[in-house]
């Protein structure tokens, strides 16, 4: 039986988005969101004069890093080449999204 998704929204560098998630993964979603948007306070912090979609890609680039070194992968991984893609298509929606 396939598992119902719920929708929740969740708001990333000042944007909203709709998304859905099973209900066990909620709780995990939300705190990843958290972690993004304090990093992204921080980089704001710390490189100033930069726009949203460059800290979105900083913190992008340092979540990526701190779950490749926790679980080992290297990047010659097949689970890094797919967070690679994966990461590669989130920016892609994210780039569309500020540019509408």
Not at 9 to 37: A, L
Not at 59 to 83: F, H, M
């Amino acid at each position: 039986m396939m598992e119902s998704l719920i929708p929740i929204n969740i708001v990333i560098g000042d944007r909203s988005y709709r998304i859905k998630v099973s209900s066990e993964h909620e709780e995990h979603v939300r705190k990843t969101v958290k972690i993004i948007n304090e990093k992204i306070i921080e980089y704001k912090t710390s490189f100033a004069g930069k726009d949203m979609q460059d800290y979105v890609a900083m913190v992008l680039i340092w979540y990526a890093t701190e779950v490749s070194a926790k679980t080992g992968n290297t990047p010659a991984s097949a689970n890094a080449a797919d967070a690679e893609e994966a990461l590669k298509k989130l920016e892609l929606q994210i780039d569309q999204l500020l540019q509408s």
